[in-house]
């Protein structure tokens, strides 16, 4: 009875939306009936224009997909994904979002780096935060366009990361909340991007790409697959091997092509290195 109620609900656009919290359900026909609902509640909230509704209901939609019974769906994810990015930038980067925030209000001579230091010493909550997130959550056109009495919104939900192996899809996290999340490569071989937890070590820009026993090849040469960004995953304080990093071939994004590390396209780690900070938990997971 509760599959055919939750199928008919499904199957008619019309009837009333009744989305539970969780979706932790007895089957796999209940839970992709309670999905189909809330992409279509998804849909009405931008419709509304209610982009803090349209933005949960998708990030729920995206951490369901990869936590499902069945084989990850790529083309759902790279949907939603896209509607998510859309949502997110009316509502958790936009300084008018109504997300968790500490108001600061920039002196004379202050510059991100400084507040993000003040904030961070003045505040009682465990932050963790880097300048790009700040400049992102802000709409700032780069990190130095700030003037003094401009009021600054620091967001207080702590950033993380989520890579999901088999989906070869990758998330960014404030809260619970998913912010964004993009298609990725992961390692070619069973095992080669390790499940487990790990933490943000080290951010590059430009990275030179170091291999045991040869010579440090530079960035920009095309034997550098490290492309624009590199941030290192470490694990018990101490650097690895694996991190997120560019390329310089995005036809292998999505695919199982590196020696481990997780592949982005140069314009999604680039976001990444921007509002992901130092000291960012990252669980990878099969």
Known sequence: ??????????????????VPASLSVATPL??????????????AHVERGEFPGASRALSQL?????????????GALA?????????????????????????????????????????????PE???LCTGLIAKANGLVNEESIQPDDVLRIPTDRASALVDVSARWAFYLLGGEVVAAWEVGVGKEQ????????????????PMWFQAGKDPVPFGDPQNPLGTRWLEWGLDGKGTSLGFHGTSDPSGVGG?????????RNEDVE??????????EVVVQP
């Not at 209940?30 to 849909?43: D, F, H, N, S, Y």
């Not at 995206?62 to 790529?74: F, G, H, M, T, V």
């Not at 980067?93 to 230091?117: C, E, F, N």
């Not at 199982?256 to 982005?264: D, H, I, N, P």
């Open 191 to 206: 095992g080669s991007t390790r499940p487990g937890t790990y933490t943000i070590t080290l951010k590059q820009r430009e």
């Open 1 to 18: 009875p509760g599959e055919l109620a939750l199928l008919r609900q499904a199957l008619d656009p019309s009837a009333p939306r009744a």
């Open 271 to 280: 976001l990444l290195y921007d509002i992901l900070p130092l000291g960012a």
């Open 256 to 264: 199982r092509v590196s020696q481990g590390c997780v592949r982005m």
């Open 30 to 43: 209940e839970r992709a009936m309670q999905m189909v609902v809330l992409e279509r509640e998804a849909a």
């Open 126 to 128: 465990e932050l963790l």
């Open 62 to 74: 995206l951490l369901a997909e990869i936590a499902s019974p069945w084989e990850p769906d790529r």
């Open 79 to 123: 949907r939603w994904s896209e509607q998510l990015h859309a949502a997110q930038e009316r509502y958790r980067w936009s300084r008018l979002g109504d997300w968790p925030a500490i108001d600061v209000t920039v002196q004379p001579g202050d510059h991100l780096i400084g507040i993000r230091k003040r904030v961070l010493a003045e505040s």
